[in-house]
């Protein structure tokens, strides 16, 4: 059973519009959500996270918001830009060796 | 500042033979990661190691062995390659404490098993 899921596996919008990444999990005892970028030939890399405690936070042009009772965070981007168009993973973890469980990631294309 | 680094980029085996994948950081980094990724999927774990002379089982372990001798290093084994190991693999290491320390990733090695 897959405790961490992106169910839209691409992702196309317009530059300077707001892309909107989600993901839904079912593990309760996750603390911590983070997202993670990722080009091709290259590793991902962190982007933003968020603690089970908070509902948001904000970075720059990228939010995450958590809805615990629904067990589901999305990743705003605002305003999209081409650089922008890569995988996007999001992954929970939980005081556990500092495990993460990844979702099979979002592929966002924004549009010039 | 090298980071994460995979060695080799590229590797591509015959069914049945051996090799070893290299991760090295330069973090000073307790927890070390390996992962694989399949097409459209996500990373999933295959073993991992919270310091030096470490190593436990991750989500797919099977068919792999790991050994951290070196707080630096972190090597991934395939003692016997089948093609379903064809795949890119990629290390990660992070710091340990609470779970929004992110984890830094190498670029990947792309393993490709006939």
Known sequence: DQQVKQNSPSLSVQ????????CDYTNSMFDYFLWYKKYPAEGPTFLISISSIKDKNEDGRFTVFLNKSAKHLSLHIVPSQPGDSAVYFCAASGNNAGKSTFGDGTTLTVKP | ??????????????????????????????????YRQDPGMGLRLIHYSVGEGTTAKGEVPDGYNVSRLKKQNFLLGLESAAPSQTSVYFCASRRPGQGFQPQHFGDGTRLSIL
């Open chain 1, 15 to 22: 530059e300077g519009r707001i892309s909107i990444l989600n």
């Open chain 2, 1 to 34: 500042n090298a980071g994460v680094t995979q060695t080799p980029k590229f590797r591509v085996l015959k069914t049945g033979q051996s090799m070893t994948l290299l991760c090295a950081q330069d973090m000073n980094h307790e927890y070390m990661y390996w």
